[in-house]
């Protein structure tokens, strides 16, 4: 089995800086492509970032220039730092990981609890 425990979400004024952390543990062989994802109540979960096992990494339009995803591959951690947030960045993150297990072919995808991001005005 595989899992992934996030880490690093709360409270924050606007313009401040929170840093989330994600450590995928468990029957792991290998992993592709990391990501951290957000999602408001009620509405759909939306990509935040992504970085592959490479260290090419991609963000949506909405972040570009405030938050930085970067990864560890020795420890399978993925980390996102964000700054200058704002009110609208508010949403529970979610880290994904592409997981390769110990013993089994295929690729599948895991995801963590969500934390939660609250920035005040």
């Known amino acids: 089995q595989v899992q992934l425990v996030e880490s690093g979400g709360g409270l924050v004024q606007a313009g401040g800086s929170l840093r989330l952390s994600c450590a995928a543990s468990?029957?792991?062989?290998?992993?592709?492509?990391m990501g951290w994802y957000r999602q408001a109540p009620g509405g759909q979960r939306e990509r935040v970032a992504t970085i592959t096992s490479s260290g090419t990494t991609n963000y949506a339009d909405s972040v570009k220039g405030r938050f930085t995803i970067s990864r560890d591959n020795a420890k399978n951690t993925v980390t996102l730092q964000m700054n200058s947030l704002k009110v609208e960045d508010t949403d529970v993150y979610f880290c994904k990981a592409q997981v390769r297990p110990i013993g089994n072919s295929g690729l599948y995808n895991y995801w963590g609890q969500g934390t939660q991001v609250t920035v005040s005005s």
């Open positions: 468990g029957s792991i062989l290998s992993i592709n492509t």
